[in-house]
Nanobody, 115 residues
Framework: QVQLVESGGGLVQAGGSLRLSCAASVSIFSLDVMRWYRQAPGKQRELVAAISRAASTTYVDSVKGRFTLSRDNAKNTVYLQMNSLKPEDTAVYLC?????????WGQGTQVTVSS
């Protein structure tokens, strides 16, 4: 069983920054890949970024150059630094991990970017 707890969301003006955190109840070094998804009202859930155990990262094109995903194995936490935020980044952001065939999700944290 893996518990994921997100934090760091909030309301920010366009051009601002937020840092999201995802704290895991297990050693994240045991998790191959951790991912951040987002879901906006009326839209499908979208994969935003992923980080491997070796700290290799991938990003959806719309956030490249603005978002940075990192991990702190000692704190069992991954961080999503979001800069130059745009109104279209408004969504609930969810942390995800997969162990074997089991998917684990956090409760989500709301990010709202005002224009």
């Amino acid at each position: 069983q893996v518990q994921l707890v997100e934090s760091g969301g909030g309301l920010v003006q366009a051009g601002g920054s937020l840092r999201l955190s995802c704290a895991a109840s297990v050693s994240i070094f045991s998790l191959d890949v951790m991912r951040w998804y987002r879901q906006a009202p009326g839209k499908q859930r979208e994969l935003v970024a992923a980080i491997s155990r070796a700290a290799s990262t991938t990003y959806v094109d719309s956030v490249k150059g603005r978002f940075t995903l990192s991990r702190d194995n000692a704190k069992n936490t991954v961080y999503l630094q979001m800069n130059s935020l745009k109104p279209e980044d408004t969504a609930v952001y969810l942390c995800h991990a997969k162990v074997s065939v089991f998917d684990y999700w956090g409760q989500g944290t709301q990010v709202t970017v005002s224009s």
